[in-house]
Every structure is written in structure tokens, then in C-alpha cells.
């Protein structure tokens, strides 16, 4: 799938605003501000001194950075938001929207019906990397966190990097930061098709594998998007160990983790335990170096050669990458340690793909067998926790969902999160539970019908050293910390890893 010509025309025609207009004579209005890729370019906007404003209807951490930063926002989403804006804005006004917003949004409607310029975020990035030398992360699974090793890397290798990505940095505790050196690092979408609007310096492609299916009719269609993403880049780092990326894209740069001939960078895998991965690594198949990626996980070495390559070829030289590597930090909800609560270690993580949850609960599984951890207690089970995103995905995955989930001992599903998707009829938790128990009837598996209900399952189900991880997209996030509340004094200080 691919915008239309009329899109990318009406992209270009509006990009001028920004580009002509000093920051003074312009307020830019973002409706969902507080998701986290919205949030980024409103803060990043701020910055720079343009007005901003941004209506969401949660509050959380990020809406107040956001009032830190100086960004206007709204709690409610309705029309008296757009009229006080013009009233106290007697200048030209953008509207910001992502494609999560329904295009029966009321301040999307409103905006529409008196004639304001509506942009797409895709067309805010773009314009922010457009003076910059950007480094442009895409793929199935691992922007967020590959994106967060690269940043980070470069930050410390003092290059003074912009930072758009959707997840918090700790070393920034933030999902972005403005730098003053020339790299811009940012991900590149593919959920709903924009990134074949940016033309990137490096693009890094991390994997292919089908996702987001209420866009995309089927993997040939994303694998088309992500060519177009491609051939729009002056150069291309990809993966080579994903057969999707090798048979389809035509890479300047390829990396792997299994093979080293006629590669640019490898790095082969020599131990892996619950603490850290440590690999030979290889240039153009010249051995340079043992590292050590103070993360586990063979999946986060994949990703930390990406990072790795990428600050490569934008000219950092090895041994200041090598130097700083143990210093690599994950981005938060990539197997962040909540918490222990009544004697069981609480994770949470964003995996919502299949591919992610398999990986996760692997890591988890290295965790119990690994003699070196970095887990605060020994655990002997893991407790899955699971909630479906969308009702498209859940359709189109149900059967690979419970092939992930099954390696967990004991399994809890939670109903849906539709992330306003339309409800599928007969499309519901059960759909999964009912693939596992296909696949092993004796399997505990439960599908509560609330939160209420999956806490008083894991008072019941649980036991001492247990592992729970609790994964998803969606609200399920608020998860951990409704169960560490139940008890006082037993907060693990966050440590974050990576799935």
C-alpha cells in the first residue's frame, strides 16, 4: 500500500508553512498529544519555540513533560478547544493529528468544517529531520529499542543528537531530546504507511514480518512499503539474517548475527546468559574485537549490531563505540523489573507481535535457567500475562499468539484492547485460549473478564518465585503497578533490559 500522489502533493504544499514561518507566527495544535510519538515532535516543537498546544483525555508522566516543556494542553477533546486557541492565537494555526485518531474525532471535524491546515505527524517528523543528517530506524519489531541503543551510543560518543522516538531513553528520561550536533535519530512508522514520506540519510531496517493488518492486506503489501522506504533513503542498513529484508530490499550496509562472509558487521554469539551476551565481532570479515552488550537476549544483539552499525557509518570510530557499550540502556517497558510483589518478581513489557512475545518469555525463560541474572530474586515459573491489541490482530494471529504464549507455565488472557478499532464479531480473548488448549489441553489458561479478576487470579493461581510478565499495547501497563500498590515497602528499584 502506498499514499496517494494527491497526499504526498498536499504534504509538500503544507510543508512550506513551516518551512517560511518563524515559530512566532505559528501555533501548532496536536490532537492525542500524549501518545508517544505525538509527544516527541510537540516537545521537540516546543523547544524551538513555536506555540504549542495538545488535547488528550489521560494523564500520565508524559502529559507533564509536556506542560514542563511549556506545551498548552486540554483535557478534553471538543470544539471550545479550537476556539480558544484561535481566540488567544491570532496568527496561522496547524492541526496535528496520527492516523490513531478517528476521523470521527471531534476537534478533527471541527477543524476540517472552518478551513485549518491539517497535517499528518509523519509530515511534522518529516520536516524536522529535513536540516538535520538522519538516521531513520524501521521494521516489524525492534525500532523502539534499537532506536534507544543508537541514541544512546551516540549521545555518549558526545555527537549531541536530536531524538524523536516512541519510548522513554533513559539516558535522556524521555522519549526525545534536541541536540546540537547534526545527527537526527528518530523511527519510521510503518503502521500506517507514512514513512515512504521521508527521504533519510541512513535508514535501518531492523526486520519484516506481517503486522498491523487493519492496514496492510498482506505481507507483500507491507514488503512494498518498505522497498519504497528503502529506495527514498541515500543509504541502507539492513538485517541480514531476516529473509524478508535479504529477498526484498537492496541494502548498501547489511549486518548479521550468523553469518560473516561478504557482511559489513557481524557479531557471532560466544556466551549468553541472564545478565549479558557477549559476541565476536567482525568488520567487511575481518575479526576486530570481543563485546560484551550488557543486555540479554540474542534478539538484543541483533539489535545492538544494527545500533552499532549505524553509528559506523555516521563515523564514530570502534573502539569509542566499544568503550561505552556497557553503558547501553534499554527504553523503558522492554522487560522492565517493576517491582516484587508478595515474593514474586513483577516484568512488563510492551510485546503485542507474536515474534515479540515468543521473545520475551524466552528472555524470561534465560532468566529462571541462567546461574547469572539480572533479576533480584530466584524464579522457578513465569505467569504470562497477556493483552490482545486490536481486534484485526487477533484475528489474523490468533493461532500464532498461542503458539507464543504456551511456553509460559501458567497463562491469563485479557480481553481485547480495541485501540478504536470496530469490534470483529466472534472475535474475542477466548479465540486464543481456545488455540492452546487445542495444542495442550491440560494447560492453565484463564480469560478474566477485568482487571479486578486478574489480580485475584494471581492471588490464587500464584506462588513464592514466581515470575509474572505482564505484556501488551494496550492499558495493560497500568497492570504492575495496581498489584505492587496491595503492598507497602517492596518496590524494586526499575532496572530496564530489553525484549
Not at 505525538?38 to 516543537?45: C, D, G, T
Not at 476537534?107 to 536540516?131: D, F, P, V
Request: a positive charge; charged letters at 20%.
Amino acid at each position: 500500500m502506498s499514499l496517494s500522489r494527491q497526499s504526498k502533493v498536499s504534504f509538500n504544499q503544507r510543508s512550506k508553512l513551516l518551512n517560511k514561518t518563524a515559530p512566532k507566527k505559528v501555533h501548532i495544535h496536536f490532537i492525542g498529544v500524549g501518545g508517544i510519538g505525538m509527544s516527541a515532535l510537540a516537545m521537540i516543537l516546543a523547544d524551538k519555540g513555536y506555540s504549542v498546544s495538545g488535547s488528550d483525555t489521560q494523564v500520565n508522566n508524559t502529559i507533564n513533560q509536556l506542560i514542563s516543556s511549556g506545551v498548552k494542553i486540554f483535557n478534553k477533546q471538543n470544539e471550545s478547544n479550537i476556539n480558544e486557541i484561535i481566540n488567544n492565537q491570532p496568527i496561522e494555526i496547524l492541526i496535528v493529528k496520527s492516523s490513531a485518531i478517528s476521523k470521527n474525532n471531534i476537534e478533527l471535524i471541527y477543524a476540517k468544517q472552518i478551513g485549518l491546515k491539517i497535517l499528518h505527524r509523519s509530515e511534522i517528523l518529516a520536516y524536522l529531520i529535513r536540516n538535520k543528517k538522519s538516521i531513520l530506524i524501521a521494521g516489524t519489531h525492534g525500532k523502539t529499542t534499537t532506536s534507544t541503543y543508537l541514541a544512546t551510543l551516540l549521545a555518549l560518543c558526545k555527537t549531541y543528537p536530536s531524538v524523536a522516538i516512541g519510548g522513554i531513553v533513559p539516558l535522556f528520561k524521555s522519549n526525545y531530546t534536541v541536540g546540537k550536533g547534526k545527527y537526527f535519530v528518530a523511527e519510521a512508522d510503518e503502521s500506517d504507511g507514512s514513512l515512504i514520506r521521508f527521504k533519510p540519510n541512513i535508514s535501518l531496517i531492523t526486520n519484516i514480518e506481517l503486522d498491523h493488518t487493519d492496514y496492510y492486506k498482506n505481507l507483500d503489501a507491507l514488503i512494498a512499503t518498505m522497498r519504497q522506504f528503502a529506495d527514498n533513503s541515500d543509504n541502507v542498513i539492513a538485517n541480514y539474517d531476516c529473509i524478508n529484508i535479504r529477498e526484498n530490499i537492496k541494502a548498501s550496509i547489511w549486518w548479521s548475527i550468523k553469518e560473516i562472509k561478504n557482511l559489513d558487521f557481524a557479531a557471532i554469539p560466544i556466551k549468553s546468559n541472564g545478565y549479558e551476551t557477549t559476541a565476536a565481532y567482525y568488520e567487511q570479515e575481518t575479526f576486530i574485537s570481543e563485546i560484551t552488550i550488557p543486555i540479554p537476549g540474542i534478539h538484543n544483539l541483533s539489535n545492538a549490531i544494527g545500533a552499532i552499525a549505524g553509528c559506523r557509518i555516521a563515523g564514530i570510530p570502534f573502539k569509542k563505540i566499544k568503550n561505552i557499550l556497557c553503558k547501553m540502556t534499554a527504553p523503558e517497558r522492554r522487560f522492565e523489573i517493576k517491582g516484587i510483589w508478595d515474593n514474586k518478581i513483577i516484568i512488563d513489557d510492551y510485546a503485542h507481535h507474536p515474534s515479540e512475545i515468543r521473545a520475551t518469555i524466552s528472555m524470561a525463560r534465560l532468566m529462571i535457567e541462567s546461574k547469572k541474572t539480572i533479576l533480584p530474586i530466584s524464579v522457578n515459573r513465569i505467569i504470562a500475562i497477556f493483552q490482545p491489541h486490536r481486534y484485526s490482530r487477533t484475528k489474523q494471529f490468533h493461532n500464532e499468539f498461542a503458539l507464543s504464549l504456551i511456553a509460559a507455565d501458567i497463562i491469563i488472557i485479557a480481553p481485547i484492547y480495541s485501540a478504536g478499532e470496530k469490534e470483529i464479531k466472534g472475535i474475542t480473548h477466548h479465540l486464543i485460549a481456545d488455540s492452546i488448549k487445542a495444542i495442550q489441553p491440560n494447560k492453565q489458561v484463564y480469560c478474566p473478564i477485568s482487571f479486578q479478576e486478574i489480580i485475584t487470579l494471581l492471588k490464587t493461581k500464584s506462588s513464592n518465585n514466581d515470575l509474572i510478565l505482564n505484556m501488551g499495547a494496550g492499558n495493560i501497563n497500568t497492570m504492575p503497578s495496581k498489584l505492587l500498590a496491595m503492598v507497602d515497602n517492596n518496590i524494586f528499584p526499575n532496572k530496564k533490559i530489553a525484549a
